[in-house]
């Protein structure tokens, strides 16, 4: 709780500084701090990718050449959500001013190289017992370091943190770009980082790697943070904590705001309920699959509640925050499914998804509710680009007008 109140405290008073981003930073130039949060989830990364589609084309009524990269301060991603995340804000190979890879272009890719990434044929035949992963992974490893190249996470157009868990060490590593002064071992390939966090136990393989003296085993950082907003938001927290003497006060009356657009993959309603009257009875190997599921629910509600105490929803609050996710998502629509019928089914539900009116998560019943002022996803996504689009603008009129300019701060 402590941190939150530093969170409360330090953005209500100070500035932060020191953004690796393409976006004029938030020192000296604006008042908000925007970040992007893309969740994991398999093959279901198609839904943040629809979703990411329509903000994207939303931007682009007011800039033609509006890349998602140009508009956040940090994009944080696991597992498959990191892997949207390092493709959003790498560079392209082509052209390293500009990002790899639009929205539009991520959800062409998954529905491309799904199939071959989660090959059915490979998996046939595969079950609980079997030694070694459903997939092999040797597509994914491939087709990653083919299109991030030899980028690393320095090279990033903007902030990125993406949470990995090393079985070796036994606690997760958090690729951060935040970290790379502190711990330049964390500066390792980008396409080192989407496979480690993409390589979900029992799906994919562990990846072991070593960048010059250093070794990682990792795998995916769902084991830590299956949402990484809570992780993009602490990093942002301790950023401004350990570099608080360096801050410029613009004006300590007026608050920084702060913008987060958290993306899901889409929850499945618990296929089994247990009466603790009955459940006394389950065998170790019983509690296991039922325990798999409902930790990672256990843990998406907590992370939604300790945002509430940044994010509260009240009208005074200047902090911004979007959570746009599907929490009755068909329970025959899977994550490791790549076949044309399922991810013809992903597409849909995002598509349906910005038809929806915008959901707030309860955090004492843990039960979303509609909030009808909202309206829709797609008209709080375009409120939310015309948001970005100001604060960019802002930012650049900022720093045209001051003649001779202060130096950033990092």
């Avoid at 309206?375 to 045209?400: F, P, V, W």
Wanted: charged letters at 20%; proline letters at 6%; one cysteine or more.
């Amino acid at each position: 709780m402590a941190t939150f109140l530093l969170f409360a405290f330090v953005f209500a008073s100070q500035v932060i500084g020191g953004f690796n981003t393409k976006l004029p930073p938030p020192s000296s130039y604006g008042n908000t701090i925007t970040i992007l949060s893309i969740d994991g989830g398999g093959i279901k990364g198609i839904v943040p990718s629809v979703v990411l589609g329509h903000l994207e084309k939303a931007l682009k009524s007011n800039d033609e050449k509006a890349a998602l990269a140009d508009y956040f301060d940090v994009i944080a991603g696991t597992s498959t959500g990191g892997l949207i995340a390092t493709m959003l804000a790498a560079p392209s190979l082509s052209d390293p001013s500009r990002p790899a890879f639009t929205a539009k272009q991520i959800l062409q890719f998954y529905l491309d190289f799904g199939p071959s990434i989660f090959n059915q044929t490979e998996a046939s035949g595969w079950n609980q017992t079997t030694q070694g992963p459903q997939f092999n992974g040797r597509f994914l490893h491939a087709k990653a370091r083919e299109i991030l190249g030899e980028t690393r996470l320095s090279d990033a157009l903007t902030n990125l943190v993406i949470p990995t868990f090393d079985i070796q060490k036994v606690h997760p590593i958090i690729f951060s770009s935040f970290k790379l002064d502190d711990v330049p071992s964390l500066d390792v390939k980008l396409s080192d980082i989407s496979i480690g966090t993409s390589a979900a136990p029992s799906l994919l393989p562990p990846y072991y790697f070593k960048d010059g003296d250093n070794e990682f085993h990792l795998v995916d950082g769902g084991i830590a943070a299956g949402s990484p907003s809570l992780v993009a938001v602490s990093e942002v927290v301790q950023e401004l904590n350990e570099k608080i003497s360096h801050f410029i006060p613009v004006n300590p009356n007026k608050p920084i705001k702060v913008v987060l657009l958290s993306l899901g993959c889409g929850r499945v309603e618990p296929a089994l309920r247990l009466d603790a009257r009955d459940a006394r009875f389950l065998s170790f190997n019983q509690w296991v699959p039922v325990l798999a599921i409902d930790l990672a629910a256990a843990a998406a509600d907590i992370n939604e509640y300790h945002l509430a105490s940044v994010f509260p929803d009240l009208p005074s609050s200047d902090n911004y925050y979007l959570r746009v996710e599907e929490y009755n998502l068909d329970s025959t629509i899977g994550g490791a499914n790549s076949t044309q019928e399922n991810m013809d089914k992903l597409v849909k539900v995002g598509e349906d998804l910005l038809k929806q009116t915008v959901k707030i998560q309860n955090v004492t019943s843990f039960v979303p509710y509609q909030k009808p002022s909202e309206g829709t996803n797609a008209a709080a996504l375009k409120r939310l680009a015309k948001i970005l689009y100001n604060e960019k603008q802002y930012r650049l009129k900022m720093k045209s007008v001051e003649k001779g300019g202060r130096p950033f701060i990092g």
